[in-house]
């Protein structure tokens, strides 16, 4: 069993940046896929940024270029660096963590261990 515990999460002006963390509990954190997806309201969640246990990166379109992700697996942590945020990047973002093999790391189907949330709200 994996644990996960977002922070970070804030009001922020359009423009500004926010670093989210994601703490997992367990021993064999660097052998996980860790991804973070995100849901604003009345929508569908949406898959944000992943990266692979061997370090692989993957960006949503919508994000490449303003959001990083890293991971420190001695500290059994993920980060999302958020960078010139607007304001549709508010929602709720999740962080994610799966220990299959991975087909597609955007598919919300293919992790299997789940944060309980943390809110990002960027005002215009």
């Known amino acids: 069993q994996v644990q996960l515990v977002e922070s970070g999460g804030g009001l922020v002006q359009a423009g500004g940046s926010l670093r989210l963390s994601c703490a997992a509990s367990?021993?064999?954190?660097?052998?996980?896929?860790m991804g973070w997806f995100r849901q604003a309201p009345g929508k569908e969640r949406e898959f944000v940024v992943a990266?692979?246990?061997?370090?692989?990166?993957y960006y949503a379109d919508s994000v490449k270029g303003r959001f990083t992700i890293s991971r420190d697996n001695a500290k059994n942590t993920v980060y999302l660096q958020m960078n010139s945020l607007k304001p549709e990047d508010t929602a709720v973002y999740y962080c994610?963590?799966?220990?299959?093999?991975?087909?597609?790391?955007?598919?919300?189907?293919?992790?299997?261990?789940w944060g309980q949330g943390t809110q990002v709200t960027v005002s215009s």
């Open positions: 994610a963590a799966s220990n299959r093999d991975m087909a597609y790391y955007s598919r919300s189907w293919e992790y299997n261990y």
């Open positions: 367990g021993r064999t954190f660097s052998r996980y896929a």
């Open positions: 990266v692979s246990w061997s370090g692989g990166t």
